[in-house]
């Protein structure tokens, strides 16, 4: 959604549970945001079976990243989750689907060194890929930003709460 003057609308929750009602009905969904980047951001998740609630959560930081954000997501999804879950997990960030998915173990192998430079966010990385490592039966997978998934909007909402 978008203003006129080309910026994204910021919905309440309950306004994305009106409005959408697309995209997989289990799972949980992840997302963060900041405004300005750095500036003060937020981040959300929200667990859902059968396209129901069972549990949501949300923070803010007064001076942080988007990236930030998407980690801090994330590491909360993973620590909701039991050990033995079996479920997925959706982001919006490919940066952050592909740091856990493809780039992370690589890193560790290298003493948590990129080819290339320092990896940022490293202490929030660490953390997000140890949980990863310790859910062997939970997936995780990138889902198209703004697309009317109802529980992508609906965790872009919890995230983006700060700046209503």
């Not at 609308?9 to 949980?28: A, F, N, Q």
């Not at 980047?37 to 990243?65: H, K």
């Not at 990236?67 to 033995?84: F, H, S």
Request: with cysteine; aromatic share 8%.
């Amino acid at each position: 959604m978008s203003n006129r003057s080309g910026a994204r609308s910021i919905l309440t929750t309950e306004e994305v549970l009106e409005r959408y009602g697309g995209g997989p009905k289990d799972g949980v969904f992840t997302d963060g945001s900041c405004e300005g980047n750095p500036g003060p951001g937020g981040w959300g998740m929200v667990w859902v079976e059968d396209d129901q609630i069972v549990e949501e959560r949300s923070g803010v930081d007064p001076s942080t990243t988007n990236n930030r954000m998407e980690l801090q997501a994330l590491i909360a999804a993973y620590e909701l989750l039991p050990g033995d879950a079996r479920i997925t997990v959706y982001s919006d960030s490919q940066l952050c689907v592909k740091t856990v998915n493809e780039w992370a173990a690589g890193w560790e192998k290298r003493g948590w060194k990129r080819k290339s430079g320092p990896i940022a966010n490293l202490q929030l990385v660490q953390r997000l890929y140890t949980l990863a490592k310790a859910h062997p039966n939970v997936t995780l997978k990138w889902i198209k930003a703004h697309d009317g998934s109802k529980w992508n909007e609906y965790a872009d909402a919890l995230a983006s709460a700060h700046m209503l």
